[in-house]
């Protein structure tokens, strides 16, 4: 018998304002981008064979149960490890021979690992809700990176709407769409700063944010009296940054909807500051960058995105600004549609 083809595409995704605050219980504010991943499989077999537009070669017999989480960290070719990852939390019996190829620039931010294990799983045959494929997603993830990240990537890229940013409440795991406004473009910049320190110091700050939560409670509310008795100058900025940010990400999206691009630039602004100065996840050339955009007429505000230790800065700007020649590696990116089978 032969089986259709399967393609699957799944986006990657950018966050306008609210990093930092998914693993603490906090609001996010991201878009589904229309860079992305496809696989296409010809389903069959116990073993998966992917080739990748690089003609390297994964090979992998499945189901992987035996596998330790320790092996994934070193598997070869190393986007194979998110394959594998998610072929693992699968359980796959059943695997299949194809391609993977991708639009996103890789490690740079834009969660092209995330969208390879949400696109991998679709093509594996998951079936469950986006919320179900995000959960799956952000517990591919973990195991393949070890890195203890929170829930706002595999949930937009999941859940995306063309045209749409996505408000998040991480604690409820709810989102709503917020229409993009005619009157702004996003744009993703690189630093040219690979994110070297991330992982580590990731787990360090989202530490840090437990342990200031147990002393003031969950820090999306917390009272900001509170925080600044906490008897730690280091715990009181973390804590600190993620109750502010989730305000400017509330205000943000009530803006976006308002048509207020001006206002959201401010809080973009305001976003880098406190991610530089209160949760110092900033380098100085991401510095420089929101610096050099901010003074610029045609943008409304910039602020890195993601995890920070490099990686992109995400702009807001006038439709029609053209910021590839302020650095090369750029991209002016669309609100896309979720992870799906073509
Ligand atoms: C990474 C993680 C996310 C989130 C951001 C910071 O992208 O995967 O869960 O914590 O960093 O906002």
Same mark, same amino acid.
């Given at each position: 018998? *032969?089986?259709e083809t399967?393609?699957?595409?799944a986006? +990657?995704?950018? &966050?306008?304002i609210g990093?930092?605050?998914?693993?603490a219980? +906090?609001l #996010?504010?991201?878009?589904a981008?229309n860079l992305?991943?496809t696989v296409?499989?010809?389903?069959?077999? &116990? @073993?998966?064979h992917?080739r990748?537009?690089?003609?390297?070669s994964?090979?992998?017999?499945?189901p992987?149960g035996?596998?330790?989480a320790?092996?994934?960290?070193?598997?070869? $070719?190393?986007w194979?490890?998110? #394959?594998?990852?998610a072929?693992?939390?699968?359980? !796959? @019996?059943?695997?299949? !021979?194809?391609? /993977?190829?991708?639009?996103?620039?890789?490690?740079?931010?834009? %969660?092209? !690992?995330s969208s390879? =294990?949400?696109?991998?799983?679709?093509a594996?045959?998951?079936?469950? %809700?986006?919320?179900?494929l995000a959960r799956?997603?952000?517990r591919?993830?973990?195991?393949a %990176?070890? #890195?203890p990240?929170?829930?706002?990537d595999?949930l937009?890229?999941a859940a995306g709407?063309?045209?749409h940013a996505?408000?998040?409440?991480?604690?409820?795991?709810?989102?709503?769409?917020?229409?993009m406004?005619?009157?702004?473009? /996003?744009?993703?910049?690189? !630093?040219g700063v690979p994110?070297?320190l991330?992982?580590?110091?990731?787990?360090?700050r989202r530490?840090?944010? =437990? *342990?200031?939560?147990?002393?003031?409670?969950?820090?999306?509310?917390?009272?900001?009296?509170?925080i600044?008795?906490?008897?730690? $100058? /280091?715990? #009181?900025?973390?804590?600190r940054?993620?109750r502010t940010?989730?305000?400017r990400?509330r205000?943000?999206a009530?803006?976006?909807?308002a048509?207020?691009?001006t206002e959201?630039g401010?809080?973009?602004?305001?976003?880098?500051a %406190?991610?530089r100065?209160?949760? &110092?996840?900033? *380098?100085? =050339?991401?510095?420089?960058?929101v610096l050099?955009?901010s003074s610029?007429?045609d943008v409304f505000?910039?602020?890195?995105?993601?995890?920070g230790f +490099?990686?992109?800065?995400?702009v807001l700007?006038r $439709?029609g600004?053209d910021?590839s020649?302020?650095?090369?590696?750029?991209?002016?990116v669309?609100?896309?549609?979720g992870?799906?089978l073509?």
């Open positions: 018998m *032969v089986t399967l393609r699957s595409w986006p +990657g995704r950018v &966050n306008l990093d930092h605050t998914d693993y219980g +906090g #996010v504010l991201p878009m981008i992305g991943t296409t499989l010809q389903p069959g077999g &116990n @073993t998966l992917l990748s537009a690089r003609r390297q994964l090979h992998l017999d499945l992987l035996g596998v330790l320790e092996d994934l960290t070193t598997l070869e $070719p190393a194979g490890r998110f #394959v594998a990852a072929a693992l939390e699968l359980a !796959s @019996t059943v695997g299949g !021979s194809g391609e /993977v190829t991708t639009t996103l620039p890789v490690g740079a931010g834009l %969660s092209s !690992s390879l =294990e949400l696109a991998v799983a679709l594996l045959g998951f079936d469950g %809700s986006p919320l179900e799956f997603g952000q591919a993830e973990q195991v %990176s070890g #890195v990240s929170g829930i706002m595999q937009t890229i709407v063309a045209g996505l408000l998040i409440d991480c604690a409820t795991e709810r989102h709503r769409a917020v229409r406004p005619d009157s702004v473009e /996003v744009w993703v910049l690189h !630093s994110r070297r991330a992982d580590s110091a990731y787990a360090e530490r840090a944010t =437990e *342990v200031a939560a147990r002393l003031v409670g969950p820090l999306a509310e917390a009272s900001l009296d509170d600044e008795a906490i008897d730690d $100058p /280091v715990l #009181v900025r973390r804590a940054h993620v940010e989730c305000d990400v205000v943000a009530a803006a976006l909807e048509d207020d691009p959201v401010q809080l973009m602004l305001q976003s880098h %406190s991610l100065d209160d949760f &110092n996840v900033s *380098v100085p =050339e991401l510095d420089h960058l050099e955009l610029r007429g505000g910039a602020r890195l995105t993601g995890a +490099g990686g992109c800065v995400v700007a $439709p600004t910021l020649t302020v650095r090369s590696d750029s991209w002016l669309q609100a896309g549609d992870a799906r073509l």
